[in-house]
């Protein structure tokens, strides 16, 4: 199935005032355009070093540009089309710490 992307804008933000992650994000879109999923690990098949966050969280962390930015996303698969949801930007260093707090399980800034 096709990936609807929710929030891109939130992506294209967030990309134009960290100028150094534009090519990362440019490339993430380009590959959810292609994008063919029909369950959660076709996600991991995509993005290998994505990674699927907890037993029925539905919530996937990708890695991008080079494990330097991380993106936390909903996803919802339904009998169309994925639905990916952004839920949270950041750098690794952001990244690790909602880890440390546990909070990437439940954070929705966008």
């Not at 294209?12 to 292609?34: D, P």
């Not at 098949?45 to 890695?63: C, E, H, I, K, P």
């Not at 909903?74 to 690790?96: D, P, Q, R, S």
Request: net charge positive; proline share 1%; hydrophobic share 35%.
């Amino acid at each position: 199935m096709k990936v609807h992307l929710l929030k891109k804008q939130t992506i294209e933000n967030y990309a134009e005032k960290n100028a150094r992650s534009r090519s990362s994000f440019k490339l993430w879109l380009l590959t959810i355009k292609g994008a063919d999923w029909n369950r959660p690990e076709d996600i991991l098949n995509t993005f290998r070093s994505a990674d699927l966050l907890g037993t029925g969280t539905d919530r996937v962390v990708f890695d991008i540009g080079g494990n330097n930015y991380r993106m936390i996303c909903h996803y919802v698969f339904g009998e169309k089309e994925v639905h990916l949801f952004v839920c949270w930007i950041g750098i690794h260093a952001e990244y690790t710490k909602l880890c440390n707090d546990k909070k990437q399980y439940n954070i929705s800034n966008y």
